[in-house]
């Protein structure tokens, strides 16, 4: 199965990677996990060769998940600060992919995306990252760009030592940051209760120049408590709570800063497994409730405060099973969810009254779908895949309030408004030799508008500089996505090169209407949400992972991506060609590692949203690693420098050309017991 | 001696719980919840005349309902002819002056459920002995064809803010009062928007203004916007007119107005009501 995409399975250790061996003894099904047929980043615990892979996406144990997604191939993170980077697929935006925690669909409560669900979960809770592009892109939902699933750790069962944890620390110099992490596991034959916490204090940081970049501080605490109970001999029950708790964040790029930003996510599994170990059927309940602030009391030139809440609350749930049938690999899935979306504004002049309006007017959208898939083995060398998905969805003002303010643009919106999507997706791969191998795919496939694109009323955009409005009759964008892989892999080398093309009908976009005058005092306009006729977004990967040497390790990775419109304009936040690349030596206890991150300039830029060229860059880091105590008990130690010539850089998806950060000097340690 | 003190205290007490129920009284027969706000007697007419409003009155446009009952036997009169206009009487400087304001008199002869609706556009508030309003309501009884007038004083206070305007003509000095109506309670969305116009031809005198072209703009001054898609009020009758004004939020709006003639001719653009909500 797992053979039949570039499995791109990066082993990467989280906390306690000790405890897990223990447990994958008797907890075997589990690791089928992993087995799921999209492309997957595994985040593990278990020490092998691939061990320079693990370190090419996590410098030491505190590093956060937007760190290893912007490591992925095909993913660019759209950053606004150091905080709450959100995750773009192939120049798809964060509205065109499909983003779910552990299957569970969350939606941020910031109506500018200062808060997508990624920020909402820490690497120590983490147990893989599946990017699907293609086939396998709407097991969790529709969406045209791919999917991205982070997959949670889980409480483990253990037969022999009941408690296991781990602590870590880091400190980086560049913006005087601590990151703490520490998780325990207390595990009997029927159960297990697993603990973890990350609290992360971070402050200004320096840019290349030696400038201070104001509102890039941060602090969060995240904290989990998941449990695990053995039903029967492959039955498990889960019960998981998420809570994330950021404040006093800055975000450099744009005119408010957030004073708070919660999620409390909760979950019950259910997973049985069958009696071949290869299948299983699981169900799940979920909530998520996320509440974010906006704070302009720290910034100096407001002329007018604003309190700008905003709440998402989520409810759903999914039975999904896998099983086998002859030659035939089965996934069966149905899932629905509903969410309620709020978001205000209040502004207060002086002296005068203050002014009320709702940026997000109570938007209530329900979600149910089913999705299949086949996954056959025609023959050794070829497999075919089909899958499809269908969605039905139903949209709601829910209060005569929010109501009330979308007529004034002559939407009626007095009644639900409704929705169907397909997707269809179809491959084939075949082995050309014992070590050659190639796929193709094609696909169709549909993506609800979000709920700015839909009901967002007078959202003042940093980015160009326009107050957008929502389009409550925005069609929903729909794809015609296709992409050719080729493949060599040896027990050496493993290079994959993937090109792929995506014919975008009514790609939503924000076009200048003049009739509408600004409601955000120095906005240059207002733009509606409305399709255009279509877009194409073409590109390519390549990604190289050799051993060159038995101590040496390389790897790769290339990605670019081509955007432009129905009359042949660029697409905005298309990010230019770059090159990921990491060289690691190492011998017994210590590992010495170099990244390099190359990116060439962007000149295609999109005038109307404001964009300005990019410049190219280069960047270098040193990381080292000493592993002091090894063994179950590890005790290591990590140290570098990150951007080692203090380059003064920002990449093309950084708002405002706000600078990244300079030279940093970080230091860590972990210990496990 | 003691049964007359009796008597006395027996009828002041009557009077007393007599004039406190029809102060809160609301009249049976109406279906909305209205406020007695006065009443007199139309001496001619042999009128018992009751006015009801749906709050106290305050400057701007007023709904005023007659009630009207035959003085000797009580029975409501639900037929006659009634005309309404509001006087100020005032001392300036010594001198008594009065002066009236727009009203309208009642569409129909018949009541509805028992009352005459009519309306009254106070142009200020009273204000103590200097100056006083009055509402001159003259009856004509079409059962028995009598006459009168009654004079009833009434206290009109300032709203929250101001809902009437003074318009003076940049074509040829004539005034304009520009008078309010809806929306009562604004909204964040669409309101209804009604203002009524009236010509003041002398001090005694305004007739409605019709044929006139009227177009808003609403704005917020705390933040220099505006917002889309209002409709301006067009003419429906009697000085009436009618459109749609969209708020895009809470807070302080300013409707501004542009009145022109029927030629085109700009007639004033500065003129405002404030809405805050």
């Known amino acids: 199965m797992k053979s039949f995409v570039k499995a791109a399975k990066i082993l990467v250790l989280v906390n306690g990677f000790c405890l897990s061996l223990a447990a994958q003894q008797m907890d075997k099904p589990d690791s089928l996990d992993k087995h799921c047929h999209l492309k997957e980043i595994a985040v593990t615990a278990s020490a092998d060769s691939s061990n320079a892979l693990l370190k090419f996406y996590k410098a030491n144990k505190t590093t956060s998940t937007e760190d290893i997604l912007a490591r992925l191939p095909g993913v660019n993170m759209v950053r606004r600060g150091s905080y709450g980077m959100e995750p773009t697929i192939r120049g798809f935006s964060s509205s065109q992919i499909n983003l779910t925690l552990d299957g569970m669909k969350i939606f941020g409560a910031c109506t500018d995306h200062m808060d997508p669900p990624t920020s909402y979960i820490e690497t120590s809770n983490l147990q893989s990252i599946q990017l699907a592009n293609s086939e396998g892109g709407s097991m969790f939902g529709s969406s045209i760009g791919g999917s991205l699933n982070l997959k949670l750790a889980e409480a483990k069962l253990s037969s022999e030592k009941k408690l296991r944890g781990s602590v870590g620390s880091s400190y980086y110099s560049v913006s005087n940051s601590t990151n703490n992490v520490m998780q325990v596991n207390y595990g009997t034959p029927k159960m297990g209760i697993r603990l973890s916490g990350v609290y992360r204090n971070a402050g200004n940081y320096r840019a290349g120049n030696r400038t201070l970049i104001p509102f890039t501080q941060y602090e969060k605490f995240n904290l989990n408590l998941l449990s695990k109970f053995k039903l029967s001999q492959r039955s498990f029950l889960r019960a998981d709570v998420i809570t994330d708790d950021g404040w006093n964040i800055g975000y450099a790029a744009l005119p408010m800063d957030v004073a708070f930003a919660k999620a409390r996510i909760f979950s019950f599994t259910y997973k049985s497994y069958l009696k071949n170990g290869s299948s299983y059927w699981e169900a799940k309940l979920y909530k998520n409730k996320i509440k974010h602030s906006m704070d302009d009391t720290h910034r100096a030139d407001v002329n007018m405060h604003m309190d700008m809440p905003g709440w998402s609350d989520t409810y759903g749930a999914y039975a999904e099973t896998m099983f086998n049938l002859k030659k035939h690999h089965i996934t069966l899935r149905t899932d629905g969810y509903k969410n309620t979306s709020r978001a205000e504004m209040t502004m207060y002049p002086e002296n005068s009254s203050p002014m009320f309006m709702l940026t997000w007017p109570d938007v209530r959208r329900f979600v149910a779908g089913l999705y299949i898939s086949d996954e056959w083995r025609a023959k050794d060398a070829v497999t075919l895949n089909f899958s499809t998905r269908i969605d039905y969805a139903n949209f709601f003002i829910n209060s005569e309030s929010g109501r009330e303010q979308v007529r004034v643009f002559n939407f009626n919106v007095d009644k639900p408004s409704e929705k169907v999507l397909t997707n269809f997706n179809s491959s084939l791969r075949f082995n050309l030799s014992r070590l050659f191998y190639s796929s193709i795919s094609a696909g169709y496939s549909s993506r609800l508008p979000a709920t700015n694109e839909m009901f967002g009323f007078y959202l003042f955009n940093s980015f160009d500089g326009f107050d957008y409005i929502g389009n409550p009759e925005a069609k929903s964008e729909r794809a015609l996505n296709a992409e050719v892989n080729v493949g060599y892999k040896s027990s050496k080398i493993d290079i994959n090169a993937s090109g792929f093309y995506n014919h975008i009908a009514d790609y939503l976009i924000g076009e200048t209407n003049s009739s509408l005058s600004v409601m955000t005092p120095g906005a240059k306009g207002v733009k509606q949400w409305s399709n255009l006729p279509y877009a194409s977004l073409k590109g390519f990967e390549l990604t190289l992972n050799a051993l060159i040497h038995k101590r040496i390790t390389l790897i790769s990775n290339t990605r670019y991506v081509y955007g432009q419109d129905n009359s042949g304009k660029a697409l905005p936040m298309m990010s230019p060609l770059k090159i990921i690349s990491t060289a690691r030596y190492s011998k017994s206890k210590y590992s010495i590692q170099w990244d390099n991150e190359c990116s060439l300039a962007q000149k295609r830029i999109n005038v109307d949203m404001n964009e300005m060229v990019t410049k190219g860059f280069m960047i270098n880091n040193l990381r080292t690693s000493y592993i002091v105590k090894p063994g179950r008990n590890a005790v290591e130690l990590n140290a570098g420098i990150e951007n080692m010539f203090n380059r003064n850089y920002s990449e093309h998806l950084d708002w405002a050309k706000l600078l990244r950060p300079g030279r940093n000097f970080y230091a860590a340690f972990s210990a496990a017991f | ?277």
């Open chain 2, 1 to 277: 001696m003691k049964t007359l003190t009796l008597y006395a205290i027996a009828i002041t007490m009557a009077m007393a719980v007599i004039s406190c129920k029809k102060n809160d009284q609301t009249d049976p027969e109406s279906k909305t919840e209205l406020l007695k706000i006065a009443n007199g007697y139309a001496l001619g007419a042999a009128a018992k005349v009751e006015l009801y409003a749906k709050t106290d009155l305050k400057t701007g446009f007023n709904e005023i309902y007659v009630a009207v009952f035959d003085s000797i036997s009580g029975s409501r009169i639900n037929s006659g002819e009634i005309a309404l206009k509001p006087i100020m009487q005032m001392l300036m400087n010594g001198a008594a002056m009065s002066h009236s304001a727009p009203s309208e008199n009642p569409e129909s002869a018949q009541a509805i459920n028992g009352l005459f609706p009519a309306a009254a556009v106070f142009t200020m508030p009273s204000s103590g002995e200097s100056g006083k309003w009055f509402i001159e309501v003259t009856v004509k009884n079409n059962t028995n064809n009598k006459q009168g007038k009654a004079s009833i004083p009434v206290s009109v206070s300032d709203g929250t803010e101001p809902r009437v305007l003074t318009v003076t003509s940049l074509i040829n000095s004539e005034k304009y009062i520009v008078s309010y109506i809806e929306p009562i309670t604004p909204k964040v969305g669409v309101n209804d928007f009604e203002i009524l116009i009236n010509r003041k031809t002398d001090g005694m005198t305004y007739p409605p203004a019709n044929n006139l072209s009227v177009q808003i703009t609403p704005e917020m001054p705390d933040m220099g916007h505006g917002s889309p898609n209002n409709i301006n009020p067009v003419f429906i009758k009697n000085g009436h007119y009618k459109g749609k004004v969209n708020f895009t939020m809470t807070g302080l709006w300013e409707i501004n107005l542009t009145l022109k003639d029927e030629t085109g001719q700009l007639i004033r653009n500065d003129a405002f009501f404030k809405v805050t909500f």
